[in-house]
Each structure stands twice: as C-alpha cells, then as structure tokens.
C-alpha cells in the first residue's frame, strides 16, 4: 500500500485514492526499457516505455496479468531517471539496479543500448 501527500489539492487526492480500498495499492510496475522512443508523447502506452524511465501504477492492474488487486482506478505515471531530469536511483533488495537511467548490475547491462 503507498503512502501520500500533496502540497496542493490534498484532499482532492484523498477522496480519489480512498474512494476504494484497492487505490492505494500498486497495480503495475516496470522500467523503460525501449531505446527507440526517446522523448515523452504525451500518450502513456509509449511514454512508460522510454529507455531510462520507469513507470507505476496505482490500482488495477491491466488485463494481462493478475494481480489479485481489485480497484476502481488504474492509474500509471511514469519518471524519466536520466541527468536531463534531474537524475534518480532504484534500489530493490539493498541492490541498486539503477542510477540515472542506466542499469547498473551486470546481468542487466544489455538493457541499456540506445539506438
């Protein structure tokens, strides 16, 4: 289940997420891994695919895999990690996958080719 918080429209937010128990709860989560699509198109089926990004999604989760959480929203957002936004890491496990939109251990280094 996540956490929140807002600067601006809190409780705008609150009543969103909390309209149902499974809002709060992360439906969906995958890195960018597409060295072809390289900047944002304002459509999410592509832009939660740029190389060097990752994206989430609160809620549901799409159709193809189950994730046993049922909820009234599906809602994805994605961050580009590279140094042009301000750069991020991924940890998972105390493991640091990624930093700045480069995958860091060797198994995962094939996924960093950029066209």
Not at 43 to 53: A, H, P, R, T, V
Not at 69 to 83: L, P, Q
Not at 84 to 107: A, C, H, M, T, W
Request: proline residues 3%; charged residues 25%; contains cysteine.
């Amino acid at each position: 289940m996540v956490d929140y918080n807002s600067k601006t429209n809190l409780l705008k937010l609150k009543k969103f997420l909390e309209n149902d128990a499974g809002n709060k709860y992360i439906g969906e989560f995958a890195f960018g891994t597409n060295p072809c699509i390289n900047t944002p198109k304002s459509n999410i089926l592509f832009d939660e695919k740029i190389l060097g990004s990752f994206h989430i999604a609160l809620g549901n989760n799409h159709n193809l895999s189950n994730n046993g959480n049922r909820a009234s929203i599906h809602w994805d957002m994605m961050k580009k990690m590279t140094d042009v936004y301000n750069g991020s890491k991924i940890i998972i496990d105390e493991e640091l996958i990624q930093e700045n939109g480069i995958f860091i251990p060797n198994r995962l280094k094939l996924l960093n080719k950029r066209k």
